[in-house]
């Protein structure tokens, strides 16, 4: 089961709410039944018919692992803070934050 939380589908989720708003508060006893009856709610909103399917999903790249998607975003990180050190004076930066880039 696969859910698109966007603005448009979360406001359409308020909506919902608003216009149901009697129905939460008498017939929610329970947390149970709260929890039902904001799940229908959910799923009439932003669940999503078919999944979306991406180039970049675990189907088609299984190599691309959570640690390769963190890796990349430090090394990212790190060449931007040393490039942001590079000036006329020093065209190539800071020395040290380089080495670690």
């Known amino acids: 089961i696969h859910y698109d939380y966007s603005n448009a589908n979360l406001e359409k989720l308020c909506l919902e709410i608003e216009n149901d ?3 939460f508060h008498y017939s929610c006893d329970t947390f149970d ?3 039902q ?7 009439l909103s932003c669940k999503l018919l078919t999944p979306r399917t991406t180039k970049r999903n675990s189907i088609t790249n ?5 640690g ?3 890796s990349i975003e430090k090394k990212a990180r790190l060449y931007f803070e040393w490039k942001k050190t590079c000036t006329l004076k020093l ?8 080495i670690c880039y």
Do not use: A, V
């Open 21 to 23: 708003l009697d129905r």
């Open 33 to 35: 039944s709260f929890m």
């Open 37 to 43: 009856l904001f799940q229908e709610k959910i799923d």
């Open 62 to 66: 299984p190599w691309i692992t959570q």
């Open 68 to 70: 390769l998607i963190n």
């Open 91 to 98: 065209p190539d930066g800071d020395p040290n934050k380089h």
